[in-house]
Antibody, heavy 124, light 107 residues
Framework: QVQLVQSGAEVKKPGASLKVSCNPS????????IHWIRQAPGQGLEWLGW????????FYAQKFQGWVTMTRDTSISSTSLELRNLKSGDTAVYYC?????????????????WGQGTPVTVSS | DIQLTQSPSFLSASVGDRVTITCRAS??????LAWYQQRPGKAPELLIY???TLHVGVPSRFSGSGSGTEFTLTISALQPEDFATYYC?????????FGQGTKVEFK
């Protein structure tokens, strides 16, 4: 079955960098984009961007451009989210999710499977 | 960016109640709308995409409708496991924005 397994919880100091990994299984890794979403404590969902595991192409929400990088390693079927110069406001649970579209069906884009989430705490 | 506004933000209901949540988009998004359920401490789970298509394995008491700028999620008869927070997401354009969420609480 499809699973996205993420790396474990992290505690970082302000100004540090962080890398969160997402390891999909149960399907062909290069067939589907991976999206990254975060959720601050008690808050809603915020979309960061996507990566195409086949090409390595990425797209970041404007807010995250310049300090977020998404990468993939096809040899181990893994994707990563790197955040630099962390601030306390980056404290959140970070999720990866698989992006799917049904060919020829209008409106069929969705995030159908999600990782379990990686809690990140930024505190001095 | 497309803004999504959900109403209500909080909803108190009882088991067996019919529940309706609305999601309004700041501009037309055709039917590029998905609904997710999030239980406390868990990752969101896909319920509906294309505004009205049920994801595999989702109970038929869930339904979605709408197109353009106004969408609804309906739970026909609330079950104990349905007490959760629900989010809509537009997938028409980037960034892929979410609504602020609707928390369904036990009355």
């Amino acid at each position: 079955q499809v699973q996205l397994v993420q790396s474990g919880a992290e505690v970082k100091k302000p100004g540090a960098s962080l890398k969160v990994s997402c390891n999909p299984s149960g399907y062909t890794f290069t067939d589907y984009w991976i999206h990254w979403i975060r959720q601050a404590p008690g808050q809603g969902l915020e979309w960061l961007g996507w990566i195409d595991p086949k090409s390595g192409d990425t797209f970041y929400a404007q807010k995250f451009q310049g300090w977020v990088t998404m990468t993939r390693d096809t040899s181990i079927s893994s994707t990563s989210l790197e955040l630099r110069n962390l601030k306390s406001g980056d404290t959140a649970v970070y999720y990866c999710a698989r992006g799917v579209v049904t060919p020829g069906v209008t409106g069929s884009r969705r995030l159908d499977y999600w990782g379990q989430g990686t809690p990140v705490t930024v505190s001095s | 960016d497309i803004q999504l506004t959900q109403s209500p933000s909080f909803l108190s209901a009882s088991v067996g109640d019919r529940v309706t949540i609305t999601c309004r988009a700041s501009q037309g998004i055709s039917n590029y709308l998905a609904w997710y359920q999030q239980r406390p401490g868990k990752a969101p789970e896909l319920l509906i995409y294309g505004a009205s298509t049920l994801h595999v394995g989702v109970p038929s008491r869930f339904s979605g409708s709408g197109s353009g700028t106004e969408f609804t999620l309906t739970i026909s008869a609330l079950q104990p496991e349905d007490f959760a927070t629900y989010y809509c997401q537009q997938l028409n354009s980037f960034p892929r924005t979410f609504g602020q969420g609707t928390k369904v609480e036990f009355k």
